[in-house]
């Protein structure tokens, strides 16, 4: 591990800065080692183009400077990954597996420092940043215990002769990330590909570059062999460069549909598999007969978990027309009730949103859902933390809309910020067909007292992730992905191990050969 640096962040309870970071006297952020690693240490660009600025949601202040990688960067960490892979897929599951946890170990004995550089990136809350790492953590374990347990199957032929399947590692993989989830993505990613014997590059979004890093240096740590897992930073044109690289065999994407449609189209020119989990716009229905503490309690959790930077959530709220005012009213009440502030501090349940031009799209959606007559119940509004450090911060207030109509933008569109959109329902005929009214279909909910009633509604509803009483509950050991354009493939379960490997077929004949000629 590399030496950390004795310095502080800009408030005493803040994190230290991930190994290669380090304030100036203006208050910006410089880096010393750089952001991108291959071969076992982090590596300067070769590329000579202007670096990206990264900057520090919380105050608006800059964090650091990003070096993007260019074609010799990212074929340099390529043939890093590939002469990985030729170690690494040589060796037994249980092999493998030693070293994926004792990578967990280290991630669990860090957990604090990678959750706060996660904050300080990111924006978003330290609780649930602790809650993200925990995940990573726990997918890499759960993922060394499926390591051993790969096998074919075995298949007996007439006369004694016999075929059998083995399953096999694909190669060098690609992973892009998002910037909601920069660690876990980056965990959820690596974790199946390396069980099945395949080495990794990794591409972090380029807003939220630093926490991929210190995976890569925990993996080192751990004992995987040099060029393991690596990762390359830059934006669209760095990512262009992975997905056509010859030696790449699998490209897995977290991110927007459009650009989960590009890189699909890129991979296919070289006929590579894809794993794409793309955007959503989620239906939650609240029947009339549900628990209403636990359904409010679901429709947060579904609406303003990470800022409502979540692909997932469940934005579009039918509920029942005969409880909507009593649900409406403590949906807002709550909503107002949230702690906005300082994503460093324990208290704080809602810090800033990733980026300001993020944050400026967010609330044109509020203003557009005005314009289409929506009416703002609550929020949907700059907000200006007490703590003057914070006043260059990207906050809001989380929002809801009451009156929503399925032919609203705000009702149409993933907006990927805190904005519930509220809508009401009479029967269970018309809320399936009008939740089931949209082009992506990554997850659903269900809030009803009535077990039939709950089975029969998930058996109709059209998405990939459902949940029955509660909502955004991602165990690792079941599959997430989604339906229509919100995907194709699965994170997390076992069969994830399906998607990094591939079976070969093999025939053994134990007799003569039956020619015809």
Same mark, same amino acid.
């Given at each position: 591990?590399?030496?950390?640096?004795?310095?502080?962040?800009?408030?005493?309870?803040?994190?230290?800065?991930?190994?290669?970071?380090?304030?100036?006297?203006?208050?910006?952020?410089?880096?010393?080692?750089?952001?991108?690693?291959?071969?076992?240490?982090?590596?300067?660009?070769?590329?000579?183009?202007?670096?990206?600025?990264?900057?520090?949601?919380?105050?608006?202040?800059?964090?650091?400077?990003?070096?993007?990688?260019?074609?010799?960067?990212?074929?340099?960490?390529?043939?890093?990954?590939?002469?990985?892979?030729?170690?690494?897929?040589?060796?037994?599951?249980?092999?493998?597996?030693?070293?994926?946890?004792?990578?967990?170990?280290?991630?669990?004995?860090?957990?604090?420092?990678?959750?706060?550089?996660?904050? *300080?990136?990111?924006?978003?809350?330290?609780?649930?940043?602790?809650?993200?790492?925990?995940?990573?953590?726990?997918?890499?374990?759960?993922?060394?215990?499926?390591?051993?347990?790969?096998?074919?199957?075995?298949?007996?032929?007439?006369?004694?002769?016999?075929?059998?399947?083995?399953?096999?590692?694909?190669?060098?993989?690609?992973?892009?990330?998002?910037?909601?989830?920069?660690?876990?993505?980056?965990?959820?990613?690596?974790?199946?590909?390396?069980?099945?014997?395949?080495?990794?590059?990794?591409?972090?979004?380029?807003?939220?570059? *630093?926490?991929?890093?210190?995976?890569?240096?925990?993996?080192?740590?751990?004992?995987?062999?040099?060029?393991?897992?690596?990762?390359?930073?830059?934006?669209?044109?760095?990512?262009?460069?992975?997905?056509?690289?010859?030696?790449?065999?699998?490209?897995?994407?977290?991110?927007? *549909?459009?650009?989960?449609?590009?890189?699909?189209?890129?991979?296919?020119?070289?006929?590579?598999?894809?794993?794409?989990?793309?955007?959503?716009?989620?239906?939650?229905?609240?029947?009339?007969?549900?628990?209403?503490?636990?359904? *409010?309690?679901?429709?947060?959790?579904?609406?303003?978990?990470?800022?409502?930077?979540?692909?997932?959530?469940?934005?579009?709220?039918?509920?029942?027309?005969?409880?909507?005012?009593?649900?409406?009213?403590?949906?807002?009440?709550?909503?107002?009730?949230?702690?906005?502030?300082?994503?460093?501090?324990?208290?704080?349940?809602?810090?800033?949103?990733?980026?300001?031009?993020?944050?400026?799209?967010?609330?044109?959606?509020?203003?557009?859902?005005?314009?289409?007559?929506?009416?703002?119940?609550?929020?949907?509004?700059?907000?200006?933390?007490?703590?003057?450090?914070?006043?260059?911060?990207?906050?809001?207030?989380?929002?809801?809309?009451?009156?929503?109509?399925?032919?609203?933008?705000?009702?149409?569109?993933?907006?990927?910020?805190?904005?519930?959109?509220?809508?009401?329902?009479?029967?269970?005929?018309?809320?399936?067909?009008?939740?089931?009214?949209?082009?992506?279909?990554?997850?659903?909910?269900?809030?009803?007292?009535?077990?039939?009633?709950?089975?029969?509604?998930?058996?109709?509803?059209?998405?990939?992730?459902c949940f029955i009483n509660n909502y955004n509950i991602t165990p690792v050991e079941v599959p997430f992905g989604g339906f229509k354009m919100s995907g194709i493939g699965r994170e997390n379960g076992q069969v994830t191990i399906e998607h990094y490997s591939q079976l070969k077929t093999v025939f053994v004949e134990m007799g003569d050969v039956d020619s015809l000629f």
């Amino acid at each position: 591990m590399l030496q950390r640096l004795a310095l502080s962040l800009r408030r005493p309870h803040a994190a230290p800065l991930a190994p290669g970071l380090r304030f100036v006297s203006s208050g910006s952020v410089n880096v010393t080692v750089p952001l991108n690693f291959w071969a076992g240490k982090r590596r300067t660009s070769q590329h000579k183009c202007n670096k990206e600025i990264v900057y520090e949601p919380a105050t608006g202040r800059v964090l650091c400077h990003l070096e993007p990688c260019g074609a010799l960067d990212v074929d340099q960490a390529m043939k890093a990954a590939k002469s990985a892979f030729g170690h690494w897929s040589k060796m037994s599951g249980m092999e493998r597996a030693r070293i994926m946890i004792e990578a967990a170990h280290i991630i669990e004995v860090r957990r604090e420092e990678i959750a706060e550089m996660e904050v *300080v990136n990111n924006g978003k809350s330290i609780t649930e940043a602790r809650l993200d790492v925990d995940s990573g953590r726990l997918c890499i374990e759960y993922y060394a215990g499926l390591a051993s347990t790969l096998a074919g199957q075995h298949v007996q032929l007439p006369g004694g002769s016999f075929a059998y399947t083995r399953r096999e590692p694909l190669g060098v993989c690609v992973g892009i990330g998002a910037w909601n989830y920069p660690f876990q993505i980056a965990a959820w990613k690596s974790a199946p590909a390396l069980a099945c014997g395949n080495s990794m590059v990794f591409k972090p979004s380029p807003v939220t570059p *630093v926490t991929a890093v210190m995976l890569a240096e925990i993996y080192a740590k751990a004992g995987a062999p040099e060029g393991l897992f690596n990762v390359v930073q830059g934006s669209q044109d760095t990512g262009s460069l992975l997905c056509h690289h010859p030696d790449v065999a699998k490209v897995s994407f977290t991110g927007s *549909v459009p650009t989960g449609k590009k890189i699909m189209e890129m991979a296919s020119r070289g006929v590579k598999p894809v794993t794409l989990e793309l955007g959503g716009k989620s239906p939650l229905l609240i029947f009339q007969d549900s628990d209403l503490e636990n359904a *409010v309690r679901g429709a947060l959790m579904a609406n303003f978990l990470s800022q409502g930077q979540v692909c997932s959530n469940g934005t579009r709220v039918f509920v029942q027309k005969d409880i909507l005012p009593e649900f409406v009213e403590e949906v807002v009440k709550r909503t107002q009730a949230i702690e906005i502030g300082d994503p460093l501090l324990e208290s704080t349940r809602m810090g800033a949103l990733v980026s300001k031009p993020h944050l400026e799209k967010v609330l044109s959606f509020v203003d557009q859902a005005k314009k289409e007559g929506a009416t703002v119940l609550c929020g949907g509004e700059l907000f200006t933390p007490s703590d003057p450090k914070l006043k260059g911060g990207y906050y809001m207030t989380p929002c809801v809309l009451g009156d929503c109509t399925d032919d609203m933008t705000c009702v149409k569109e993933e907006i990927f910020g805190p904005v519930m959109s509220v809508l009401s329902f009479e029967t269970e005929e018309e809320v399936l067909y009008r939740a089931n009214n949209t082009t992506m279909g990554l997850a659903a909910g269900v809030f009803t007292r009535d077990v039939r009633r709950a089975h029969r509604v998930v058996e109709n509803l059209k998405a990939g992730s459902c949940f029955i009483n509660n909502y955004n509950i991602t165990p690792v050991e079941v599959p997430f992905g989604g339906f229509k354009m919100s995907g194709i493939g699965r994170e997390n379960g076992q069969v994830t191990i399906e998607h990094y490997s591939q079976l070969k077929t093999v025939f053994v004949e134990m007799g003569d050969v039956d020619s015809l000629f």
